[in-house]
């Protein structure tokens, strides 16, 4: 079972996480997971923290010679600013965020205490554990691309790019988005907002290709690909909602306009669409997996909503952090790592574990086998 824990806090000494089920035999790319780190931080609309920090990964067990060898891979992000025990106290809660809600919950006097670990930076470390994961599925042929679908209320249009045209042009753009046109629109939505002292939110949208019909399953639960994916993808900070598919607007449509009709041709089971985002029954059906993640405007304003100071329950504002405008391009690069989580997992739980060799005879011969239907 692949398994990953993280800890750490936002201005504490480093990020940290542990994996724990990666099969041996797999080549580990420190400089391709420092380039997703990178392209995390990346992004019109990011804060003053990103002009500190430069991620880069240290693998501290798990490996030899480069190579996973079965055992818990440990993973470390060293943060540059780790001023925490000397960063002022905190009393005003920010509306949308963690502050009050943990402050009660863990019974803290200062909101720093919350603040620090229910703060987005903890997802450097989960881009990191993906990308060793992405890593995993490259070797089965399965990839991944995220892109910004929406920023404010500007809208990407992408309808006739295919995946490759689509990963091409979102990792050549500042914010992540397809759709030149759009990204110059999503821009000036961006410098309104920071001259306002306000925050932007958006949608992106994870694309994956290459998997077989069948990973995930029908009979529990806990075990359908789409609740795994929108549970990981829901976890990611300010993350609100997720859709897969045409999962919203096909609420408000006929059966016969939303499923996807099945035919047979060139040795295989074919679809005409894929309303179905490639999910059916809480299984893969073998078309692209289509989820969409809504991100909600970040809850540090310049210009702060009304609060009330724990301590003494009086009026005042809302505390400021140094903080992004708009951190939408930053959650498609996060979203695309977390999907890989999840799809390395269930690759793992059906074709084995133990080593690579392994995985990749038991993957072909189901391929094979899947041609014989």
Same mark, same amino acid.
């Given at each position: 079972?692949?398994?990953?824990?993280?800890?750490?806090?936002?201005?504490?000494?480093?990020?940290?996480?542990?994996?724990?089920?990666?099969?041996?035999?797999?080549?580990?790319?420190?400089?391709?997971?420092?380039?997703? @780190?990178?392209?995390?931080?990346?992004?019109?609309?990011?804060?003053?923290?990103?002009?500190?920090?430069?991620?880069?990964?240290?693998?501290?067990?798990?490996?030899?010679?480069?190579?996973?060898?079965?055992?818990?891979?440990?993973?470390?992000?060293?943060?540059?600013? &780790?001023?925490?025990?000397?960063?002022?106290?905190?009393?005003?809660?920010?509306?949308?965020?963690?502050?009050?809600?943990?402050? @009660?919950?863990?019974?803290?006097?200062?909101?720093?205490?919350?603040?620090?670990?229910?703060?987005?930076?903890?997802?450097?470390?989960?881009?990191?554990?993906?990308?060793?994961?992405?890593? @995993?599925?490259?070797?089965?042929?399965?990839?991944?691309?995220?892109?910004?679908?929406?920023?404010?209320?500007?809208?990407?249009?992408?309808?006739?790019?295919?995946?490759?045209?689509?990963?091409?042009?979102?990792?050549?753009?500042?914010?992540?988005?397809?759709?030149?046109? &759009?990204?110059?629109?999503?821009?000036?939505?961006?410098?309104?907002?920071?001259?306002?002292?306000?925050?932007?939110?958006?949608?992106?949208?994870?694309?994956?290709?290459?998997?077989?019909?069948?990973?995930?399953?029908?009979?529990?639960?806990?075990?359908?690909?789409?609740?795994? @994916?929108?549970?990981?993808?829901?976890?990611?900070?300010?993350?609100?909602?997720?859709?897969?598919?045409?999962?919203?607007?096909?609420?408000?449509?006929?059966?016969?306009?939303?499923?996807?009709?099945?035919?047979?041709?060139?040795?295989?089971?074919?679809?005409?669409?894929?309303?179905?985002?490639?999910?059916?029954?809480?299984?893969?059906?073998?078309?692209?997996?289509?989820?969409?993640?809504?991100?909600?405007?970040?809850?540090?304003?310049?210009?702060?909503?009304?609060?009330?100071?724990?301590?003494?329950?009086?009026?005042?504002?809302?505390?400021?952090?140094?903080?992004?405008?708009?951190?939408?391009?930053?959650?498609?690069?996060?979203?695309?790592?977390? &999907?890989?989580?999840?799809?390395?997992?269930?690759?793992?739980?059906?074709?084995?574990?133990?080593?690579?060799?392994?995985?990749?005879?038991?993957?072909?011969?189901?391929?094979?086998?899947?041609?014989?239907?």
């Amino acid at each position: 079972m692949l398994r990953y824990l993280t800890a750490g806090e936002s201005h504490g000494k480093s990020l940290m996480a542990i994996l724990e089920g990666m099969p041996a035999g797999l080549k580990i790319s420190k400089a391709f997971i420092d380039r997703e @780190l990178a392209r995390r931080q990346r992004g019109y609309g990011r804060g003053g923290r990103m002009k500190i920090e430069k991620d880069s990964v240290r693998i501290l067990s798990g490996t030899r010679k480069q190579e996973t060898i079965g055992s818990p891979l440990a993973v470390i992000i060293d943060n540059r600013d &780790s001023s925490i025990d000397r960063l002022p106290t905190i009393f005003s809660p920010r509306p949308g965020h963690a502050d009050l809600a943990g402050a @009660l919950k863990y019974d803290r006097s200062d909101i720093r205490d919350i603040l620090e670990r229910s703060s987005a930076r903890e997802t450097a470390v989960r881009v990191a554990v993906g990308a060793i994961c992405k890593l @995993l599925l490259a070797e089965l042929g399965i990839d991944i691309a995220g892109h910004v679908a929406t920023l404010g209320k500007v809208e990407a249009h992408t309808g006739e790019l295919d995946f490759s045209d689509i990963k091409k042009a979102a990792r050549a753009s500042t914010l992540g988005c397809a759709d030149r046109f &759009s990204e110059g629109l999503m821009r000036k939505e961006i410098d309104r907002a920071r001259k306002e002292g306000d925050t932007l939110g958006g949608s992106c949208e994870i694309i994956i290709v290459g998997h077989p019909p069948g990973l995930g399953s029908h009979v529990q639960w806990d075990r359908k690909i789409d609740a795994r @994916l929108a549970m990981a993808l829901m976890s990611i900070q300010a993350v609100k909602a997720v859709e897969i598919g045409s999962g919203i607007s096909s609420a408000a449509m006929r059966g016969s306009q939303v499923h996807d009709p099945i035919a047979y041709g060139r040795g295989r089971f074919l679809r005409s669409t894929n309303n179905a985002g490639g999910i059916e029954g809480g299984m893969t059906n073998g078309k692209p997996i289509i989820a969409r993640v809504y991100m909600k405007p970040i809850s540090t304003l310049r210009r702060p909503l009304d609060s009330v100071n724990i301590k003494t329950k009086k009026k005042t504002k809302a505390s400021v952090e140094r903080s992004d405008v708009c951190a939408v391009p930053s959650c498609a690069v996060i979203a695309e790592n977390i &999907s890989a989580y999840v799809m390395a997992a269930l690759c793992l739980e059906k074709f084995g574990s133990d080593s690579l060799r392994e995985l990749k005879a038991n993957y072909a011969s189901y391929l094979k086998m899947l041609k014989t239907r």
